[in-house]
Every structure is written in C-alpha cells, then in structure tokens.
C-alpha cells in the first residue's frame, strides 16, 4: 500500500484520480478500524492532514463553512453555530464519546454515509451544503445528494470533500438533536434532529430528521407541515410521528428490532420538540 501526504487540495485529487482503489484519510477513526479489521485494503492512502484549507472555518452572510478536517470535539464547541445552525453543534456534542470525538472529523462523516451516526442527520436538518473538489473543478451539493445510501455517497473518483456550508436558516429557529441509545457512546438506536421556530403558542417552522432508521437519514416533508401552524400538541406530534414512522425503514440489529425503532419515532420526536421549545424560551 502507498501513502502520500499532499499539501494542496489539487494535489490530492491528482493522486487520487490516478490511483485506482485510493482513499482519504481524515481522522481515521473509522477507516483504520476497517482496514484493521480486513473490510477494505486500499491501494494507496491519501492523508489530508497538510491541506490547510480543510482545517479553516470562515464565516460569511450565508452561515459558517466548516473545513472537512475539522474535528466534532471543535465543532461541539463553535460557538457561532447558534440558532437553528446549533442542530450541528448539538450533534457533534453528543457524538460517540471524547476519543471519537477528539479523532473523528465533519468531513469523515459526511464520507462514511453511516446513516447511524449524529453528524448525517444534523446536516440534513441544517439544510447543510458540500464543497467538494475533483479532476473537474469544484462543485457545491446539498447534503441529501452526497448521501445517496448506506456508507455510499455522490462522491466520484478523485473527489475531495473540502469544507460544508451550515446556513443560517430562519431567523428566531433553534436547532436540537437527541438520541436514544442503549448505552452512552453506543450508536444511537433511534435519532432526532430538528430545527424549530414558534411565534407565540405556534410553531412556523419544523424541520425534523430521523436518524438510524433508513439508508440515509429520513427527511419527510408532510411530517414537517403536519407541525407547522400546530401549537404542538399531543395529537399532533403523534400524527407527525405517525408519519416518520411510516416512511421508514430500520433494521433488525442489537439495538433494537425494526419494530421497536418505529415506537419510538414518535416518543423521541415529542420529547425533541419539547427540549427545542425550551431552547427557544417558548
């Protein structure tokens, strides 16, 4: 196996355009686990660690981009990620544990496409947009497009993921992701990212995304207006939940059975919608 450390973006894509079966490396954290483990055997390895772009986040008046190589733990604490951008920094803090935390990075997620992981389902509730770098130029993709299934992504041969785009949203919208798990630092068995904005005792706005419970997480659109211009209450979370619950399409696996996951769709999407409420002091 080959390993090179490139100090551009351009570089990289170079390499790993003319290296069939190469791969990133970010922070390991899962890629090395698989090789260990003999589920993969890349024949080269294209680390991004030189690349300084990837580590920078800048601010504009759209929101904030998040360099690929940024580690959860910093996204846990970046304070700019507030209102309904503060989906992100909620997952990112609840995230496995310090160690994965600490190694594991925005970008990594975004290309492992593990749809039982937090930061997938929190970029999908932020509206969250890819920079992706390639042979061809670089392009932007809504994140519901680079996750395309199951540990499987848009990305093509000698693409790069370069940094992400969390938008500002609406204004007056918090962001809330909470997860149910057997044991903390475990995968969660279901999960909930959502963004909320209520005027008075209704709500305006909803954006709900369900996690570990389909090849990607699961956005459902008449979930979301079943909410808005509701006062939240127990008929119609539950109708919501209905909804979600319908739509998807868990597996049978150690955390729980298909079945179980759909129960508790709509139990932690009440609970979700709770805490987001007092976030927002509504």
């Given at each position: 196996m080959r390993y090179a450390e490139p100090e551009t973006v351009e570089e990289g894509v170079t390499l790993l355009a003319s290296t069939e079966h190469s791969r990133c490396i970010a922070g390991g954290a899962t890629l090395v686990a698989m090789m260990n483990a003999g589920h993969i055997a890349p024949a080269m390895l294209v680390s991004l660690h030189r690349m300084r772009e990837l580590f920078t986040l800048t601010e504009s008046a759209e929101g904030l981009w998040i360099g690929a190589m940024t580690p959860h733990r910093v996204v846990a604490a970046e304070?700019?990620?507030?209102?309904?951008?503060?989906?992100?920094?909620?997952?990112?803090?609840?995230?496995?544990?310090?160690?994965?935390?600490?190694?594991?990075?925005?970008?990594?997620?975004?290309?492992?496409?593990?749809?039982?992981?937090?930061?997938?389902?929190?970029?999908?509730?932020?509206?969250?947009?890819?920079?992706?770098?390639?042979?061809?130029?670089?392009r932007i993709v809504p994140i519901e497009d680079a996750l395309v299934d199951r540990f499987k992504t848009s990305l093509g041969r000698g693409e790069i993921v370069t940094r992400i785009l969390i938008p500002r949203g609406v204004e007056?919208?918090?962001?809330?992701?909470?997860?149910?798990?057997?044991?903390?630092?475990?995968?969660?068995?279901?999960?909930?990212?959502?963004?909320?904005?209520?005027?008075?005792?209704?709500?305006?706005?909803?954006?709900?995304?369900?996690?570990?419970?389909?090849?990607?997480?699961?956005?459902?659109?008449?979930?979301?207006?079943?909410?808005?211009?509701?006062?939240?209450?127990e008929d119609d979370v539950a109708a919501a939940g209905q909804l979600l619950a319908s739509a998807a399409s868990p597996l049978d696996d150690v955390r729980g059975s298909a079945e179980y996951r759909r129960m508790l769709i709509p139990r932690l999407l009440g609970r979700a919608l709770s805490q987001a409420r007092e976030l927002a002091h509504v």
């Open positions: 304070t700019r990620l507030r209102g309904s951008m503060g989906v992100v920094r909620s997952a990112a803090g609840q995230l496995a544990h310090p160690s994965i935390r600490n190694m594991g990075t925005i970008g990594g997620s975004v290309c492992l496409a593990d749809p039982s992981t937090e930061m997938p389902v929190a970029l999908v509730a932020a509206s969250a947009r890819v920079e992706i770098a390639g042979p061809n130029g670089r007056g919208a918090v962001g809330h992701h909470l997860r149910f798990s057997r044991v903390a630092g475990d995968y969660p068995t279901v999960s909930i990212s959502l963004t909320l904005s209520m005027q008075g005792d209704r709500c305006v706005h909803a954006r709900v995304v369900v996690g570990s419970c389909g090849p990607v997480p699961l956005h459902v659109t008449a979930a979301d207006q079943r909410l808005i211009h509701s006062v939240l209450g």
